[in-house]
T-cell receptor, first 109, second 114 residues
C-alpha cells in the first residue's frame, strides 16, 4: 500500500462547480498534513495546512479524518485559475513529509 | 532575495558533460532537499540534508553527487548522465523536518540530457 494515495484524475469540472478530492494515508502516527498546489511545469506551493478540527481559507476547505486516515480538500465556486495538480502531503514517523502523486483538476469555461 | 532560489532555470547537457545545480535558501531553515520530477510522475525524493549533514540518500545513482557546504546552500553535481535523467529538479527547504510549516520549494531546474 502506498504511504499516500490520491486519485490522479483528471477531474474536469465547469466553472462555478464544487469539487472535492480525497487522499488516504497509511501511517496512523502521522501528525502533520498539508495540501500543495502545483501548476504545470512549476514548483509545488503550499496551499493550506490541514488541522484536526478542519480549516477553511476562502473557497477552500480542508478536513482530516484520523479514524479513517483520510484528508479531503473541497473547492467551492471553481475558477479557471484553480486548474492545477493538488498534492496531498503527510508526515512520516521521522517527521519527513511524504507527497502523494497528485490529483489533476481542469476547470472548463 | 527571498525564499529558495535555484540556478540555472534551464540546462541542456550532453551525456559526457559535468554540470552543477545550485540552490540557496534565505529562510533560515536547517534542512534542505533535492527532488526529481519526471514528466507526469510524482515527486521523487533524492537527498536530505539536515544542518548540512546528509541524512538520506534514496538509492540515487552515483552520477548524481550532492554537496551541502552550509545550511543555506545545496548543490547537485551531475556527470555522465543518461537521457532518462531529463526531468525537473527541485530543491526545497524546511525548518526542522517540515511538520510545522511544510517545505518551501525553489522554482526548479529543467534539465535535458541529450
Amino acid at each position: 500500500r502506498k504511504e499516500v494515495e490520491q486519485d490522479p484524475g483528471p477531474f474536469n469540472v465547469p466553472e462555478g462547480a464544487t469539487v472535492a478530492f480525497n487522499c488516504t494515508y497509511s501511517n496512523s502516527a502521522s501528525q502533520s498534513f498539508f495540501w500543495y498546489r502545483q501548476d504545470c511545469r512549476k514548483e509545488p506551493k503550499l496551499l493550506m495546512s490541514v488541522y484536526s478540527s478542519g480549516n477553511e481559507d476562502g473557497r477552500f476547505t480542508a478536513q482530516l479524518n484520523r479514524a479513517s486516515q483520510y484528508i479531503s480538500l473541497l473547492i467551492r465556486d471553481s475558477k479557471l485559475s484553480d486548474s492545477a495538480t493538488y498534492l496531498c502531503v503527510v508526515s512520516s514517523n521521522t517527521g519527513k513529509l511524504i507527497f502523494g502523486q497528485g490529483t489533476t483538476l481542469q476547470v472548463k469555461p | 532575495e527571498t525564499g529558495v532560489t535555484q540556478t540555472p532555470r534551464h540546462l541542456v547537457m550532453g551525456m559526457t558533460n559535468k554540470k552543477s545545480l545550485k540552490c540557496e535558501q534565505h529562510l533560515g531553515h536547517n534542512a534542505m532537499y533535492w527532488y526529481k520530477q519526471s514528466a507526469k510522475k510524482p515527486l521523487e525524493l533524492m537527498f536530505v540534508y539536515n544542518f548540512k549533514e546528509q541524512t538520506e540518500n534514496n538509492s540515487v545513482p552515483s552520477r548524481f553527487s550532492p554537496e551541502c557546504p552550509n545550511s543555506s546552500h545545496l548543490f547537485l553535481h551531475l556527470h555522465t548522465l543518461q537521457p532518462e535523467d531529463s526531468a525537473l529538479y527541485l530543491c526545497a527547504s524546511s525548518q526542522g523536518r517540515g511538520g510545522d510549516y511544510g517545505y518551501t520549494f525553489g522554482s526548479g531546474t529543467r534539465l535535458t540530457v541529450v
